[in-house]
C-alpha cells in the first residue's frame, strides 16, 4: 500500500489512562460508531496517525503514548476563577448545569466552541480547567483498523467540510462524556457561557449573552 498517500480510515478502539501504573478505562468505540478520520487532515492527533498510517484492513495495534504525544501536560495557567456571574440564567445561578466535573463549552473571540471542566464552585467563583480532560495522562490504544483506503475526493471533501463546520449534521455541543452541557441556543431566554482567551496577552475576559 502506498503510504505517502491520502488515506481513509475506519478505526474501532479501546483506550486506557495508565498514569503511575492504574489502567483506567477512558473510552471505547461502539459497533455502530468507528473513528474516522482521513490522514493529513489534523482530524486525528499526530502520534496516534503516526502509529497508524502504515497499517492495512484487519491489522492490530496496540501502543501507548505519553502526555507530550498525546495531549501534553497540564498547564497551571489554564485553570481559571471566573466570576459566578458569567453562568446566570433567567436571573439566577444555572445550578442545574453548572456542577462540579460538568463539561461546559465555552466560546472565544472568534466564536470558536472549546470545552472546561468545572473543578470546584465557590460563593462567588467557579473554577474551571481549560486543559485536555486527559492532559497529563498516559495513554494506551488498543484496536484494529476496520477499513482503510485511499481517501477519495468526496472523503476528502466531508471532512474539509466538517473541520470548517459546514457540516449540517456537525453538534456545536457535544457531551461525550456524559457530563452536564451548559450552552443554550433556540427561543428560550437561556445563556451562552462566552470565554475570550488572548493567548499571547496571558489575559483572561469572560461574557454572557443572553437571547
Known amino acids: 500500500m502506498n503510504t505517502t498517500s491520502t488515506k481513509y480510515f475506519s478505526?474501532?478502539?479501546?483506550?486506557?489512562?495508565?498514569?503511575?501504573?492504574?489502567?483506567?478505562?477512558?473510552?471505547?468505540?461502539?459497533?455502530?460508531?468507528?473513528?474516522?478520520?482521513?490522514?493529513?487532515?489534523?482530524?486525528a492527533i499526530d502520534a496516534f496517525e503516526q502509529n497508524v498510517k502504515n497499517l492495512?484492513?484487519?491489522?492490530?495495534?496496540?501502543?501507548?503514548?505519553?502526555?507530550?504525544?498525546a495531549y501534553g501536560e497540564i498547564d497551571e495557567t489554564q485553570i481559571l476563577d471566573l466570576d459566578k456571574t458569567i453562568f446566570v440564567r433567567d436571573g439566577k445561578f444555572d445550578e442545574e448545569h453548572i456542577q462540579e466535573n460538568a463539561i461546559v463549552p465555552l466560546k472565544n473571540s472568534d466564536g470558536n466552541i472549546f470545552y472546561g471542566r468545572v473543578v470546584?464552585?465557590?460563593?462567588?467563583?467557579?473554577?474551571?480547567?481549560?486543559?485536555h480532560p486527559l492532559a497529563g495522562r498516559d495513554l494506551l490504544f488498543e484496536g484494529k483498523i476496520?477499513?482503510?483506503?485511499?481517501?477519495?475526493?468526496?472523503?476528502?471533501?466531508?471532512?474539509?467540510?466538517?473541520?470548517?463546520?459546514?457540516?449540517?449534521n456537525s453538534e456545536e455541543c457535544k457531551n461525550e462524556d456524559g457530563h452536564h452541557c451548559c450552552h443554550h441556543d433556540g427561543e428560550t431566554s437561556e445563556h451562552h457561557c462566552c470565554h475570550h482567551h488572548d493567548?499571547?496577552?496571558?489575559?483572561?475576559?469572560?461574557?454572557c449573552h443572553h437571547k
Open 199 to 207: 493567548k499571547d496577552a496571558g489575559e483572561h475576559q469572560c461574557c
Open 11 to 43: 478505526i474501532s478502539y479501546t483506550l486506557y489512562d495508565i498514569t503511575n501504573g492504574k489502567h483506567k478505562l477512558v473510552e471505547k468505540t461502539s459497533e455502530d460508531k468507528y473513528f474516522e478520520f482521513v490522514s493529513g487532515m489534523g482530524i
Open 56 to 69: 492495512n484492513t484487519g491489522d492490530s495495534f496496540n501502543f501507548t503514548l505519553a502526555p507530550a504525544e
Open 120 to 131: 470546584s464552585i465557590s460563593e462567588d467563583k467557579v473554577r474551571m480547567d481549560l486543559n
Open 146 to 168: 476496520e477499513n482503510t483506503h485511499e481517501a477519495t475526493a468526496q472523503e476528502i471533501a466531508k471532512w474539509a467540510s466538517i473541520l470548517a463546520g459546514d457540516n449540517e
